[in-house]
């Protein structure tokens, strides 16, 4: 009931079954207890065993199966105090991920990138994982890519708004290495996702088998931190052209007004830089070269 009620929020099918899959996944050991049995005790129970271990999917987690208790308060099948509240109540019993919500996203060096990249093992996440860093896109929209957004003739991948943070469309020039990746995933095409689950028939590859391939205290996310970081020591391209690689919003509301393109062109010149920095210590030379023309 609750799904059914909270339905017309959702941006999307996939963000409606991630929203499902993601209680039902890690809450399954209370999903058949009545909800005005559920204490403080039971939400631990939970909570505790994925909160170091998965620290997104849990934080999701919580905040969903607080919606739930919230729903369910509101329709009389339970009393009392949220046990699935964060503030006063969690926030003293959850083990602290050494402020990695209260401030940046944890992230690798950018010098360190090509080594990981190098060494990563042969694994169901290891190219959405490398396909994500090499598109400095966030680990949603990489892991849930349809083939339907990916152009090869004009090496270019078109997000729609309902998948975009700021729900904007955003062009992605597709890179030599990242056309690699998916001319790879192609040829194994097996879904209409460009990177299908292993268990679940039909469905993107979730996010857990890119985190277990990363080094301890590094977040997905913090990939994106370490491209901007690239940008602004290795390189000479104006913050408009790395700020648009990343989807965010520049400039005032008159100034995005005047400013029709989305640098495409000039992107496409960034990302292949930075792709081939990140696919070997080599590539160093090639981002002088970059720097030196702008």
Known sequence: MVFAAKSPSW???VHAQQWQSSVTRYAAAIRDVPIDHIDDMAARSVLIPIWLAVPSPASRVRGRCEEIWDYAKVHS???GENP???????QHVLPRRQKLEQSHHAAMAYQDIPAFLAGLPDSI???PLEFA???????SEAREAPWNEINFTEAIWMLPPERMKAGQSHRIPLAAR???????MKARRASDFVFPSPVKSGRPISEEPLHKLLPPGVTLHGFRSAFRDWCAECTHYPREICEEALAHTVGSVVERAYRRTDLLERRRELMETWAQHCCGPAAENVVSIGATRR
Do not use: D, H, Y
């Open 11 to 13: 941006r999307s099918a």
């Open 77 to 79: 099948w339970c009393a």
């Open 84 to 90: 699935f509240r964060w503030k006063g109540n969690l």
């Open 125 to 127: 996440g290891r190219l």
């Open 133 to 139: 860093i090499l598109t400095a896109t966030r680990s």
């Open 178 to 184: 990242p056309l690699e990746i998916l001319q790879t």
